[in-house]
């Protein structure tokens, strides 16, 4: 989904339970769910919704390039 197996080791705790942060799947999200919204806005709330979450997944979406998250202690970081 979002995210991807991660082959770094968690800066925090050493856990290797951390995922990588996927921002071009993201954006691919938001784009898909903008058309959606464009084609059901004329409906209310789902089409309100369908934008409102597009609008989220590509305002995120560059800030997610190289981050990386740890499930064991929930800390995230940005590798260099
Ligand atoms: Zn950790």
């Keep these: 989904m979002f995210s991807k197996e991660s082959e770094y080791i968690c800066d925090r705790c050493r856990s290797y339970e951390t995922v990588e942060l996927r921002p071009k799947y993201t954006l691919a999200v ?20 369908l934008t409102a979450f597009a609008g989220i997944c590509l305002l995120i979406s ?19």
């Design 30 to 49: 938001g784009v898909v769910f903008l058309g959606l919204g464009a084609w059901t806005f004329s409906i209310p709330v789902i089409g309100l919704i």
């Design 62 to 80: 560059p800030f997610l390039i190289k981050l990386h998250y740890c499930k064991n202690c929930k800390n995230i970081w940005k590798v260099k």
